[in-house]
């Protein structure tokens, strides 16, 4: 995708999407900050989390990785674990051996009908993230299932 994007007439974003593999997000984020001069306190990362149930979603800043490579790339990378994150839950797999099928694998029926919602509220989310801040956006959003309703 080509960017930056406008969320509003004063807040362009530049979206990225890394065409590398997961574990290794931190090299397209350091070529953009290197070609950018951007910091963490401007990085906003959005990826799945098994760790929150199927359509939450948590809103962190300074956060270990808790285990997800891709974040874990990103902080080496950058040297700090000084950016935002959201969070959105995919919930967890059955069984220990079958995480790497439930993270890669497809959504099931009842997921597929939801996420056209979730990704509308995740974009509502980003707009609300970057027209009014961190913490109004962390009172709105933290711990919310946004499966369900559209938010405002």
């Keep these: ?17 890394p065409l590398t593999f997961m574990n290794l997000s931190g090299r397209a984020v350091q070529r953009v900050f290197k070609n950018t001069g951007l910091s963490g306190h401007d990085l906003l990362v ?3 989390d098994m760790d929150i149930p199927f359509g939450r979603v948590k809103l962190s800043f300074s956060a270990s990785d808790g285990g997800h490579k891709g974040i874990r790339s990103i902080q080496e990378i950058l040297g700090t674990r000084d950016f935002f994150r959201f969070r959105v839950g995919v919930g967890r797999a059955e069984s220990l051996d079958k995480t790497i099928s439930h993270v890669l694998g497809r959504f099931d029926h009842d997921e597929k009908q939801c996420l056209p919602m979730i990704l509308k509220n995740v974009m509502a989310m980003i707009k609300i993230f970057f027209d009014r801040g961190q913490k109004e956006t962390m009172n709105l959003f933290h711990g919310r299932d946004i499966s369900t309703g559209l938010i405002k």
């Design 46 to 48: 959005i990826h799945d």
């Design 1 to 17: 995708m080509k960017g930056p994007f406008l969320l509003s007439a004063t807040n362009p974003f530049l979206f990225i999407k």
